[in-house]
């Protein structure tokens, strides 16, 4: 590109009697571009070629507002932006939001395989969830995945006391539809009673007899060294970033558990994994559990209510149904603590279970258990 000083220069060159070699030769330039400025009479000058539109302008305003949210997770922007008619690829998002956020840096670490089957590895992650009335109320997931494949399962509670996390396990290997060989912990007090013993001393004693019930063998981490589970701990960061951000409120606890389990089929699960590079539950095909010992393992005693003639138990003061055959005999309710209650008959089997109800004094009835029962 030409610039106006060569341009009088080449006029001015011209003028003293060089010819057009001799001036190609004086400024470093083709002799084309001196004859076609020499035919010039005017300043050459250049016009910018218009900015083409991009596709995501339309989109920039909703995202920065995400950003500032606290979403900076683009996978989860893209499929939103999509959904609002988005037609662009991923890269531009990322070059887009790129300026907007901070690169973590990760420490670098050896990393351990298991085979398939052989072991699992369990942590809880704090969440605080916002409220319809604007007020926030900590809760916890609870996450176990397989070291071999990958999957995992998530699940939010009340708290994380050990008849929750018994609970947790059940409905964990449930999930899964086996038991592994190991599982790893960190050093919950739940779990480990004393960091320092060694055998089955440091070991919880109550929730040892869960793990004999299950047959699992418990393991734990090394004392500050959480990279020692980071499979889980990439886990509970993937749920942060990935799940998370896309719930803006929920009505109740079993709510939210319906959405991280559609996540958990639909997204987390069936994602390319980018440590094994494969799908995990295609890779959890290749997994070898062992049965569940489907036999109940009830660490505290059921809250024992007596069905009153309306066919209804009552609960911190909310009224649940059971079958109408059980009034006026004695059943018991487990609190799951994940927004959920069982209530049992008095030989132990689970006769029907409900959505645990966060107001006061409200009913909750299914209509099946008055199937047959004249007005």
Request: charged fraction near 25%.
């Given at each position: 590109m030409i610039q106006s000083e060569e341009f009088f220069m080449i006029r001015d060159l011209k003028s003293k009697g060089m010819n057009i070699t001799q001036i190609a030769e004086t400024l470093d330039l083709d002799r084309k571009t001196v004859s076609k400025w020499l035919n010039c009479n005017q300043l050459p000058t250049y016009h910018r070629k218009p900015t083409q539109e991009s596709k995501l302008d339309n989109y920039k305003t909703y995202i920065i507002e995400r950003m500032r949210e606290g979403c900076v997770n683009s996978i989860i922007i893209f499929d939103e932006i999509k959904a609002m008619g988005y037609q662009g690829k991923l890269t531009i998002l990322r070059d887009f939001m790129k300026p907007y956020r901070e690169q973590a840096r990760g420490k670098a670490s050896i990393r351990f395989e298991t085979p398939p089957g052989k072991q699992a590895q369990?942590?809880?992650?704090?969440?605080?969830?916002?409220?319809?009335?604007?007020?926030?109320?900590?809760?916890?997931?609870?996450?176990?995945?397989?070291?071999?494949?990958?999957?995992?399962?998530?699940?939010?509670?009340?708290?994380?006391?050990?008849?929750?996390?018994?609970?947790?396990?059940?409905?964990?290997?449930?999930?899964?539809?086996?038991?592994?060989?190991?599982?790893?912990?960190d050093n919950m007090k739940t779990v480990v009673k004393h960091s320092h013993q060694t055998s089955s001393n440091k070991w919880n004693e109550k929730f040892l007899r869960f793990a004999r019930h299950q047959n699992f063998s418990t393991l734990r981490c090394r004392p500050y060294h959480p990279r020692t589970k980071g499979k889980v701990e990439n886990g509970v960061k993937y749920l942060r970033k990935n799940f998370w951000p896309r719930i803006r409120t929920v009505n109740s606890l079993a709510q939210l558990n319906e959405a991280v389990r559609l996540w958990l089929d639909t997204i987390c699960n069936v994602r390319l994994h980018q440590t094994i590079h494969e799908v995990p539950a295609e890779a959890f095909k290749r997994e070898i559990l062992k049965p569940v010992n489907t036999e109940v393992f009830v660490l505290t005693d059921l809250q024992s209510?007596?069905?009153?003639?309306?066919?209804?138990?009552?609960?911190?003061?909310?009224?649940?149904?059971?079958?109408?055959?059980?009034?006026?005999?004695?059943?018991?309710?487990?609190?799951?603590?994940?927004?959920?209650?069982?209530?049992?008959?008095?030989?132990?089997?689970?006769?029907?279970?409900?959505?645990?109800?966060?107001?006061?004094?409200?009913?909750?009835?299914?209509?099946?258990?008055?199937?047959?029962?004249?007005?």
């Amino acid at each position: 590109m030409i610039q106006s000083e060569e341009f009088f220069m080449i006029r001015d060159l011209k003028s003293k009697g060089m010819n057009i070699t001799q001036i190609a030769e004086t400024l470093d330039l083709d002799r084309k571009t001196v004859s076609k400025w020499l035919n010039c009479n005017q300043l050459p000058t250049y016009h910018r070629k218009p900015t083409q539109e991009s596709k995501l302008d339309n989109y920039k305003t909703y995202i920065i507002e995400r950003m500032r949210e606290g979403c900076v997770n683009s996978i989860i922007i893209f499929d939103e932006i999509k959904a609002m008619g988005y037609q662009g690829k991923l890269t531009i998002l990322r070059d887009f939001m790129k300026p907007y956020r901070e690169q973590a840096r990760g420490k670098a670490s050896i990393r351990f395989e298991t085979p398939p089957g052989k072991q699992a590895q369990v942590d809880w992650g704090e969440f605080n969830l916002k409220k319809e009335d604007g007020t926030f109320i900590k809760i916890h997931a609870f996450i176990m995945i397989m070291g071999h494949s990958r999957k995992q399962y998530v699940e939010f509670t009340e708290n994380e006391r050990i008849d929750t996390l018994i609970g947790c396990h059940e409905r964990a290997f449930a999930f899964f539809g086996g038991v592994p060989e190991t599982i790893l912990y960190d050093n919950m007090k739940t779990v480990v009673k004393h960091s320092h013993q060694t055998s089955s001393n440091k070991w919880n004693e109550k929730f040892l007899r869960f793990a004999r019930h299950q047959n699992f063998s418990t393991l734990r981490c090394r004392p500050y060294h959480p990279r020692t589970k980071g499979k889980v701990e990439n886990g509970v960061k993937y749920l942060r970033k990935n799940f998370w951000p896309r719930i803006r409120t929920v009505n109740s606890l079993a709510q939210l558990n319906e959405a991280v389990r559609l996540w958990l089929d639909t997204i987390c699960n069936v994602r390319l994994h980018q440590t094994i590079h494969e799908v995990p539950a295609e890779a959890f095909k290749r997994e070898i559990l062992k049965p569940v010992n489907t036999e109940v393992f009830v660490l505290t005693d059921l809250q024992s209510r007596k069905v009153m003639n309306d066919c209804t138990v009552c609960y911190e003061t909310n009224y649940y149904s059971v079958p109408y055959r059980f009034v006026g005999q004695r059943v018991g309710i487990r609190d799951l603590k994940n927004g959920y209650l069982e209530i049992y008959d008095e030989l132990g089997n689970c006769i029907t279970s409900h959505v645990k109800l966060s107001c006061k004094h409200h009913f909750q009835r299914n209509k099946k258990h008055f199937e047959g029962l004249s007005a």
